[in-house]
Every structure is written in C-alpha cells, then in structure tokens.
C-alpha cells in the first residue's frame, strides 16, 4: 500500500463543466475526508465519511458538489456547472478506526478552471 | 472545535533548533494534538501527534503543559528542507480536524 492515492493531479475544465476527482484512502482506513484549499490558506475541512456513509458535510459544500464512496473504499467528489471561485486544490485524507491516530492525506488535485 | 493560534511566519537558520508555539485555550478532554507539516503542492504530512506531556520521535518532540492550553513543536537543527508550513489541530477522534492558517517557516542558508 502506497499510502492515500488521488487522481487527477491536474485538471484544468472551463467554467460550466462539470468535474470528478477520485481518492483511494488507505486500505485498511475507515474514515475519509475531504478537504479543499487555496493559496495561502489551510485546509478547509468539506466532507466526511466513515465506511460508505457521509457523516458529515460543511456548509462550504453547496449544491453543486456531491461526493460518493461506494462500498465504503474508494470516494469521488463531482463538481458541477464549476465556477472560477471552485479552483484550489482539492485533498483526500483517510485514518484508521481510533481516536489517537493521524490522517494520512494524497497529495491532492489541483483544479483550475478557466 | 478548539480553535488554534500560531504565528503566521518565523524565519531560522540551517542547524538551529525551530519551536513553534500553538495556543487552544479551548481544548476539549478527548482532544489530541497533532502536527502537520506541508510542501507547496502537496497534502499535508503527520509529524507528531500527543496529549500531554512530552512526546518525541525520530523527527521531533511535542512539548504540552498540564494544563494543555498550549502546545510547542519542537524541530532540532532544522535543514532548508524544513521550509513548509506548519499546522497545529486540536481534535478529538469524533471531531472532524479542523486547519488554521498555520506557520510558515523558512530556513535559511
């Protein structure tokens, strides 16, 4: 296992259309998060799952992002009809069952759009 | 959520020992805190995790007063490599982790 895998790196879609990222957490890891951030900022925290079940989902994730993980292992976050103000960098961590372990994050996908 | 506070910025030199300081005036009980450390264009990676105390691996050491109001990261003779940004969460495993705007810290030659 090599840790948390996201995919696209890059992409870059003109406004209008719409988006999917992939994210493959950690294989034996329950949870997994989703968070978007822009230059100079930290993370913004946009979703939560534990298994196939969304728990949790910040206010930031408006009606135009949808986000999946079927069968409780890898998770995908659509945008649609993106706008300029959706361009960041979009990561994907996961962590195990527990309250004292770390979270493993990919190493994002950068979305621009233009 | 505990919020958390720590300086925007620090500067160091190569060989230095670098402490970053983080207040949660609000910690809960079940909070852990943890650090992350993060390069441009990449996700952030776990450093330290602790509770109380002093923790120390093989990259740092985690420095919490009883009270747990704050924290400091401690990095030992610090490399150009060590220039990222720093984050400090105080979070629980039932809370979702919330990020700050964290400390960049630069190292110079």
């Known amino acids: 296992d090599t840790g948390v895998s996201q995919n696209p790196r890059h992409k870059i879609t003109k406004r209008g259309q719409n988006v999917t990222f992939r994210c493959d957490p950690i294989?034996?890891?329950?949870?997994l998060y989703w968070y978007r951030q822009t230059l100079g900022q930290g993370p913004e925290f946009l979703t939560y799952?534990?298994?196939?079940?969304?728990?949790?989902k910040s206010r930031l994730l408006s009606d135009r992002f949808s986000a999946e993980r079927p069968k409780g292992s890898f998770s995908t976050l659509e945008i649609q009809r993106t706008e300029q103000g959706d361009s960041a960098m979009y990561l994907c961590?996961?962590?195990?069952?527990?309250?004292?372990?770390?979270?493993?994050f990919g190493s994002g996908t950068r979305l621009t759009v233009v | 959520l505990a919020k958390t506070t720590q300086p925007i910025s620090m500067d160091s030199y190569e060989g230095q020992e670098v402490n970053i300081t983080c207040s949660h005036n609000?910690?809960?009980?079940?909070?852990?805190i943890t650090w992350y450390q993060q390069f441009p264009s990449q996700g952030p990676r776990f450093i330290i995790q602790?509770?109380?105390t002093k923790v120390t691996n093989e990259v740092a050491s985690l420095f919490i007063p009883a009270d747990r109001k704050s924290s400091t990261l401690s990095l030992p003779r610090v490399s150009l490599s060590d220039t990222a940004v720093y984050y400090c969460?105080?979070?629980?495993?039932?809370?979702?982790?919330?990020f700050g705007r964290g400390t960049s810290l630069i190292v110079h030659p």
């Open positions: 961590a996961s962590s195990p069952p527990g309250t004292d372990y770390g979270y493993t």
């Open positions: 294989s034996e890891h329950n949870r």
């Open positions: 799952f534990q298994n196939e079940a969304q728990l949790e």
């Open positions: 609000n910690i809960a009980t079940n909070d852990y």
């Open positions: 602790g509770y109380k």
């Open positions: 969460l105080a979070a629980g495993g039932s809370y979702i982790p919330t």
